[in-house]
């Protein structure tokens, strides 16, 4: 899997109909509050047209795209950390996720209420921070408790991860996120056991109408300016349009899209997005018997992800042999890769690249 997300923002601001949109996993969407009680959780293929040209090169019986998973989680209301519409269960839902996809309406419909009254993106924006940030409050005040006991007791480093904690609890208590912020890798461990919600990136989606699909309107500038005083990303998406865009055949999707002026669709661009967020690369295997995708933080060394494809592949790394895949077009097929001298072979201190097509040596 690439990455999974949990997908938060108020009621009827228009989750479920993206999220039916973007996993067509066929989500209920109603005009009210709570409409989705339990996650509803769908899986999409991540688009890449190099993994479809390895396909062809390779003429590969197997094709294995990377994935992403969508958690759609129901609206959060004001108090929800205090269990207001259904609480905390909502909250816990999108602890285990990598990232939070923050869904805000900037689109006036009057057929569709709106919890609040009106549309305000700065105004939702804050309630569900506010909520996330309480939630977490309460996080590090149950994990204080179990830290000062662990101070009495003498535990060698729990001093320490008491002070850290406690600076914890200091800015969430001025409401303030924890993400963006420098940790040693002792701190980000002790986060890490906690899985709090605002330590999670965010990607901002203004939900717009398809009139105003490719406009900065007021309120998507006003979602726009938020993201970028907190460094995090956003992207406007019409849930109406993406809706309309998988209700069609395959084969004419591009055509409808370029009729509205898009160069592909949301759900394209909000993968790409999450990739940028996560700072997420992709590498490739290839070769009759399967071509496949995987994904890998930046940085990741060639043992680390040869792990990815097998645990013993890392355990009992030799080498790697390594092609690029721009070389690979540009000479159409392996064979002239090694016959211009450009395979390379790279070993255990090999930093993989994006679009990277490795062939690992190992022993078992």
């Known amino acids: 899997m ?79 950390s205090q269990g207001e519409g259904l609480g905390n269960k909502f909250l816990s839902h999108i602890r285990n996720v990598d990232a939070i996809v923050h869904i805000v309406r900037c689109f006036e419909n009057p057929d569709v209420v709106h919890v609040s009254g009106s549309v305000d993106p700065a105004r939702d924006i804050e309630i569900i921070e506010t909520e996330l940030i309480l939630a977490d409050l309460e996080t590090v005040e149950r994990r204080l408790l179990s830290v000062e006991k662990r101070v009495k007791s003498g535990e060698a480093k729990a001093a320490e991860e008491h002070g850290f904690t406690q600076r914890l609890h200091a800015a969430l208590a001025k409401g303030e996120p924890i993400r ?50 907190e460094g995090a990303r956003v992207i406007a998406i019409s849930g109406q349009v993406e809706a309309e865009v998988v209700a069609l055949p395959k084969e004419e999707r591009a055509a409808f899209l370029k009729e509205l002026g898009l160069a592909e669709s949301g759900l394209d661009r909000l993968i790409q997005a999450g990739y940028q967020l996560l700072e997420l690369i992709t590498f490739f295997t290839a070769g009759e018997p399967e071509s496949r995708a995987w994904t890998v933080p930046q940085g990741t060394k060639a043992p680390q ?6 645990s013993d592949m890392e355990k009992g790394f030799i080498r790697a042999e390594v092609m690029a895949y721009s070389d690979l077009i ?6 002239s890769v090694r016959e211009r001298g450009l395979l390379r072979v790279e070993g255990r201190d090999y930093t993989v690249r994006d679009g990277d097509i490795l062939h690992f040596r190992f022993q078992v």
């Open 2 to 80: 690439g990455f999974n997300c949990g997908i938060v923002g108020l009621p009827n601001v228009g989750k479920s109909t993206l999220f039916n949109a973007l996993t067509a996993a066929g989500a209920a969407v109603a005009n009210y509050p709570f409409c989705t009680i339990e996650p509803n959780v769908g899986v999409v293929e991540v688009p890449d047209d190099r993994l479809d040209r390895l396909v062809e090169i390779f003429k590969s019986k197997r094709v294995v795209p990377t994935t992403v998973e969508f958690v759609d989680i129901a609206g959060l209301v004001k108090g929800a």
């Open 180 to 229: 963006g912020k420098p940790y040693t890798p002792e701190q980000m461990r002790w986060l890490h056991e906690m899985h709090l919600l605002t330590d999670k990136p965010v990607l901002y989606v203004a939900n717009v109408s398809e009139a105003d699909l490719g406009q900065e309107t007021v309120h998507v500038e006003q979602v726009r300016k938020i993201a970028e005083r």
């Open 305 to 310: 992800a040869a792990g990815k494809v097998h």
């Open 330 to 335: 540009a000479c159409g097929n392996a064979a």
